[in-house]
């Protein structure tokens, strides 16, 4: 037997019928209610077998801590228990129907590998815009290299942690018995966007406020009462002084860097051995530093590809529509010729190089952006040597290095000066529009601080990311467990505002008080629940606990597009026109703009 069961805005309390008994299976349709919160069109389908089962004490004391509202005491508020009595049948129903799944939902990253058989249909290889963007205008097309035209196995982060954790103990004197003591990169502990702090060693999530909404020492996580002492009771620092302390960790290579620092300081504490976390945080940095810079790591994966890169299957035809479109092609990478070399050579072929307009290694980004004298260099195929003629012009199919944008410019006769600014400065021209302050322009990067934010704040170039994570989460979104959880805490602040609505403008006494705070601790408590099905402690890459996430708001901020992978552009044309989901911001915006989808709702099934 299936039902359709409405949950509505709470404001009446006629506004849905729930059984206690039927499980919920979240499947149809999600708009929005007045306040902001989804109006969800569950799907309920009875199971029979689950409930003719009991469910043994431990299983009955969990989903009373998870399901179990607040009652108020005054018999006065007669409309308030009537919602707490309404959203516990709620919650409890949704909570059988996650327990009843079959599948589980806690997953890394690697359950989530992109399908290439995926149709435009699928979040999973989507392009996602914060901006408009026509691509029929852009005439240049920019490429990072790591993590942007080649991917790696989680290998290489296990290779990188290993390296620098060897570094420590024979460069830095740390203790012999880590090696020994199993540690490894656990790919389940971090994930990009987050901070360390150089004082304490912290591991720290940041808000979009810069505020830390999660902290970890070692492997455990900081209390709230320290977060509050530590940062002035605000949980953030005054800029100067988080600019001084704080050093982010965005790219995807940073995600070995923050595990090792937690993996150290865990180390330290379970040996019970003194140590300053200043003086641990910069030994290792300095430790994963050299690791990058020595090339030791870069010369094992150049050796082994199949092993470390990922396959590319659709890479060469997505370049090959931006180039048959007429677009210029820019290959722009921080690593050295030979190391991009083995890696294009196994995700394209041998004749990568005569795609690219041109071809930068050992780029040195962010300051290939933001130096303006830096000539380049020509290299050596067949040795790999930098040659010591001057470069006027950039060919296609060659290979050069260093060098900067403005340079770059000039080499490629990029822009046409007007004639009525010839005897203008050069200096002023570059940043005046005889220049690459130009939109026509997409560089496509991982890395959001060395890739984009100089290319779109200071150039007005458009800028696209990719994001992995994004991909991972669509999947896990779509799990039982996780929308369920979703649902329970939109329907749970949803509850809160309509309680607070009946509890009227007054003074609060001890009991409304109670209430909302019990009903704040399990919005708590299933934001956690959330956290452990995405599979790190830390939670979304894109949300610090109920706020967006620093990383979230730079990716708004800076990047005009963003997507899982390269090979999402295989689905759209080189014309194509992206348009934002939703440009709005403001609550009451979203507000306004429900209002009446809300209202046709609430008649059809009233």
């Known amino acids: 037997m299936r039902l359709i069961i409405i949950i509505a805005c709470l404001a009446t309390a006629d506004a849905f019928v729930l059984s206690a008994r039927t499980p919920l299976i979240i499947a149809t349709k999600r708009t929005t209610s007045p306040h902001n ?10 199971d029979s077998h689950a409930h003719d089962e009991e469910w043994d004490t431990e299983a009955q004391m969990q989903m009373a801590k998870f399901s179990t509202l607040p009652r108020h005491e005054s018999s006065d508020q007669v409309e308030v228990n009537q919602v707490l009595i309404k959203m516990e049948k709620a919650i409890q129903d949704l909570y059988m129907a996650s327990a009843n799944s079959s599948s589980s939902c806690k997953h890394t990253h690697e359950d989530w590998k992109v399908d290439n058989s995926y149709s435009l249909g699928s979040d999973s290889e989507k392009v996602f815009a914060n901006t408009y963007v026509d691509l029929g205008k852009v005439d240049t097309v920019g490429f990072d290299y790591d993590y942007t035209l080649v991917t790696y196995t989680d290998e290489l982060l296990d290779l990188i942690y290993d390296m620098a954790l060897k ?20 790919p389940q502990f971090s994930v990009r966007g987050l901070a360390v702090d150089r004082e304490n060693g912290w591991i720290c999530h940041l808000s979009y406020t810069h505020s830390v909404a999660v902290a970890y020492e070692g492997r455990q996580k900081v209390s709230r009462e320290r977060l509050m002492k530590e940062y002035s009771g605000k949980r953030a620092l005054k800029p100067t002084e988080r600019k001084k302390r704080l050093k982010p960790l965005n790219d995807l290579f940073s995600m070995a860097e923050c595990c090792l620092i937690a993996d150290v300081v865990q180390f330290f504490h379970d040996s019970n051995i003194p140590f300053c976390p200043k003086n641990a945080v910069v030994d290792i940095l300095k430790a994963i530093g ?32 931006l180039k048959d479109s007429g677009k210029r092609l820019l290959f722009v990478s921080n690593s050295p010729f030979w190391y991009v070399d083995a890696g294009m050579n196994y995700v394209i072929g041998e004749k990568w190089k005569d795609m690219w307009d041109a071809c930068i290694v050992s780029a040195g980004k ?42 770059l410019t000039k080499c490629l006769d990029w822009f046409s000066v007007p004639s009525s600014r010839k005897d203008e400065d050069e ?57 369920n959880a979703q649902t329970v805490i939109d329907l749970l602040l949803e509850s809160l505002r309509t309680i607070q609505d009946k509890l009227g403008p007054g003074v609060r006494t001890e009991a409304d008080i109670e209430v909302i ?10 934001r956690e629940e959330q956290n452990t099905l995405l599979g790190n402690p830390f939670g979304s890459v894109f949300r610090a606990k109920y706020q967006p996430s620093l990383f979230a708001h730079s990716l708004r901020r800076y990047c005009d597009l963003y997507m899982p992978n390269i090979s999402a552009l295989r689905h759209y044309s080189p014309q194509h026109r992206f348009y934002p989901q939703d440009a709005r911001l403001l609550s009451h915006e979203l507000q306004r703009g429900n209002l009446a989808e809300f209202d046709d709702i609430m008649e059809r099934y009233e």
Request: hydrophobic share 35%; proline share 6%; with cysteine.
């Open 427 to 483: 200096d002023e021209l570059f940043t005046q529009g005889g220049s690459p302050v130009n939109p026509t322009v997409l560089y496509i990067g991982d890395s959001l601080f060395a890739d984009l934010v100089d290319a779109k704040r200071d150039f007005g170039w458009t800028t696209a990311a990719v994001t992995p994570e994004v991909g991972w989460e669509f999947e896990l979104a779509e799990k039982v467990q996780f929308d």
């Open 37 to 46: 919160t989804p109006l969800i069109i569950l799907a309920s389908t009875q």
């Open 167 to 186: 570094r420590l103990v024979k460069d830095f004197i740390y203790p012999d018995e880590m090696l020994t003591s199993n540690m490894k990169f656990d």
């Open 366 to 407: 962010p300051r290939f952006y933001t130096e303006s004298t830096r000539p380049f260099r020509e290299v050596s195929q067949s040795t790999g040597r930098i040659k010591f003629k001057q470069v006027k012009t950039i060919e296609p199919g060659e290979v050069y290095s260093e060098g900067c944008l403005k340079e």
């Open 290 to 321: 050299a690791t990058h810079i020595s090339g030791d790591f870069h010369r094992l994966v150049a050796e082994n590809p199949e092993q470390y890169f990922e396959p590319r299957p659709y890479l060469k035809e997505v370049l090959q529509s």
């Open 517 to 526: 705070d019990k009903l704040e601790r399990l919005v708590s408590l299933w």
